[in-house]
């Protein structure tokens, strides 16, 4: 039995030291130490052995078996120190090398200037409101008085959809919702997409933004629409900016004016910019017709408003000096690259 044992300690310490990997090392865990393994069997074949040498043949089994387990223990320690250090040694970096660029993303232009616009607007006491792409019919022109058979429907080519519904033209479908919606004094803002069946061109294009305003309380006047719309611009083009206001008409609004700004390139001598004109249109506006109060539930005798609709799209273009309007929405990064982050 003692030969069994010395025999089996030789040959279990001289495979122990060949072993490379967790693996191996477990493996003869469960041969030598398993329930089945051969110190285990040492153990179970003590049956045979007189009483009165099975104390100590017990004895030295067990030793026999502390012994490699603690072999085993500090192999498995080897084994984690070599295999860290080769792993140390793979990932090594050399800090010499120069660094990779990590490109940073950024904001759309438009999002930039409708970020400035909605900061102007905000810092004149302004909520931020939302609307609907797809509205119905009443909200669109019905309650900013536009009925079925006006003729200010030619000016818009509508996307319909079914069971009354389309994709709204113009921001205002937020204003006659709004009128339901609040009471007096409102002040608000509303951004977003609209869609027109226009022909894609360099000043046009099916889908484009705009942002409504709409200012209700009473004894608004002009003036209130003028000292406005005169803080945006400056905050926008320049200090040095002036406002003008030329008769127009749209249905929701009376009177109603086109807004234009000096511009921004040649400060309103004339340039290929403004065409020799001096002045740009940025803008539409007007006091809120009594009908579109009536409809959302405002007595026009006693509160009066104006509301303007900003094209987001005509704005970044000109404040950037962008000649093509595709050029927004194509995402050409050698084009988005170029505008601040």
């Known amino acids: 039995m003692k030969e069994q044992l010395n025999a089996l300690r030789e040959a279990a310490l001289k495979e122990l ?122 909200y669109n022109f019905q309650a900013l008085n536009v009925p079925e058979d006006h003729p200010a429907r030619d000016m818009q080519d509508t996307f319909y959809l079914a069971e009354g519904l389309l994709l709204r033209t113009q921001t205002s479908a937020a204003q006659a919702r709004t009128l339901e919606q609040r009471k007096p004094p409102i002040r608000i803002i509303c951004p977003g997409r609209v869609y027109r069946a226009d022909e894609v061109d360099a000043t046009h294009s099916p889908v484009f933004h705009q942002i409504e305003g709409l200012v209700i309380d009473k004894g608004v006047t002009m003036c209130d629409l003028k000292g406005v719309l005169e803080q945006f611009a400056q905050e926008i083009y320049g200090e040095d900016t002036k406002v ?46 009594p009908n579109v109060l009536r409809m959302g539930g405002i007595d026009p005798e006693e509160y009066t408003g104006f509301a303007f609709g900003i094209g987001l799209d005509r704005l970044t273009t000109t404040r950037y000096k962008i000649s093509d309007i595709r050029l927004l929405f194509e995402n050409d990064l050698r084009f988005l690259e170029q505008f601040d982050r």
């Open 244 to 289: 003008r206001f030329r008769p127009s008409f749209f249905p929701f609004t009376e009177p109603s004016v086109e807004v234009d700004v000096t511009c921004s390139e040649c400060g309103g001598k004339g340039c290929r910019v403004c065409k020799g004109a001096g002045w740009i249109e940025i803008l539409g506006a007007g006091m809120v017709h």
């Open 17 to 138: 030291e060949t072993l490379q990997n967790p693996k191996e090392l477990e493996d003869f865990r469960i041969r030598y130490m398993g329930k089945k393994g051969s110190v285990t069997g040492l153990l179970r074949g003590m049956g045979a052995l007189p009483a009165e040498e099975r104390p100590a043949m017990g004895q030295l089994v067990n030793q026999l078996r502390q012994e490699l387990e603690q072999a085993v223990s500090e192999k498995a320690q080897a084994i984690q120190n070599q295999l860290q250090e080769e792993k140390l040694a793979a990932e090594q970096l050399d800090v010499t090398m120069p660094g990779k660029t990590v490109k940073s993303g950024g904001l759309h232009p438009l999002n930039v200037v409708l970020n400035d616009i909605i900061d102007i607007f905000q810092s004149m006491g302004f909520d931020v409101v939302d609307g609907p792409e797809v509205e119905t019919d009443y």
